[in-house]
């Protein structure tokens, strides 16, 4: 008599059919839906898992990336090369572009993360986009640990935390009206250690800044910022070469290194196992301007 083979599903592979499976759904409930595509590792394993999803077909909407001009050399040659080769077709939301229009208006500290959300906004009214997949898990912030899988955005682009659909049993609930919007958040039970052992996995390569290399850089208020063309030293700062690798990758005027010596993906797996601070709140100078400041930037609109 044969014995049943003991099939179990790994905790990787559970993750990555809930994805799928939403992904599917909103191909199957809306009529334009598009990818936020930054070049930064949760929209890579998005990409990754789209390709999946409808396999062997092509992926069926387009990419878009709301460029505010201060990005990492090595994140935007990635991204060109990677819609390339997938045949992709990518939709550039330009903050310069909305500068140099009078759309939105430069700020007084040079620092363009708040006014890209006007520019998110114009894009989706535009090209008349109804579901936008973002990479936002629900484990980097507070105010992203109360979204559900599909976030409602009334026709103003703007998230009421407490006007949301309940999502029991896994159905979710994409009903709009015309002007009106869902976020998409395939990735909300990820962690970021399960981002990366997906990666390793699935041999996902990387910007190399995901790894650990010689900067140049810093040290502002326990940060280290690459010096660079949107980073000048101030009076009394000095520059100091150290080894470091970026966690996550925002713009360059705002997103911080962390020392590391973590240059192959076994060794970043260790190091973010050890870690108790999550990737956002060692990094990103833009959380840092209050305590709900990711919520109030949610609110008016940004992803």
């Not at 092509?58 to 060109?80: A, C, K, Q, S, W």
């Not at 970021?192 to 850089?217: C, F, G, T």
């Amino acid at each position: 008599m044969s014995q049943t083979k003991d099939y179990r599903v790994s905790h990787l592979d559970a993750l990555e059919a809930e994805s799928i499976f939403v992904m599917r759904e909103v191909m199957a409930e809306f009529e334009r839906p598009v990818l936020l595509f930054s070049g930064g590792k949760d929209s890579i394993v998005m990409l990754r898992l789209a390709e999946k999803a409808f396999a062997p077909g092509r992926i069926p909407f387009p990419v878009m990336h709301v460029d505010t001009g201060h990005n990492f050399p090595e994140v935007l040659e990635y991204r060109d090369r990677r819609v390339a080769a997938l045949g992709l077709n990518l939709v550039i939301a330009s903050v310069q572009e909305a500068i140099d229009t009078g759309l939105v208006r430069e700020l007084p500290d040079g620092t363009r993360n708040r006014i890209q959300t006007p520019v998110l906004l114009n894009a989706v009214e535009k090209y008349r986009f109804d579901a936008l997949f973002g990479g936002a898990r629900r484990d980097e912030e507070k105010a992203r640990a109360k979204e559900r899988m599909f976030s409602f955005r009334d026709e103003f682009g703007q998230w009421d935390p407490k006007n949301q659909r309940p999502e029991l049993w896994a159905l979710y609930n994409g009903r709009h009206h015309p002007g009106e919007s869902i976020r998409v958040f395939p990735l909300s039970n990820w962690t970021e250690l399960d981002v990366w052992h997906y990666i390793a996995k699935e041999q996902i390569p990387l910007p190399s800044i995901y790894y650990a290399h010689d900067r140049e850089v810093v040290e502002r208020d326990g940060m280290f910022y690459a010096v660079n063309e949107f980073i000048r030293l101030r009076d009394g700062e000095t520059s100091q070469v150290r080894q470091v690798r970026y966690r996550t990758v925002g713009d360059a005027s705002q997103t911080a290194a962390v020392l590391s010596d973590a240059d192959t993906v076994d060794k970043v797996i260790d190091e973010v196992a050890a870690t108790r601070i999550t990737e956002r709140g060692a990094t990103r100078g833009d959380d840092k301007v209050s305590e709900a400041a990711m919520e109030d930037r949610k609110r008016e609109g940004y992803f």
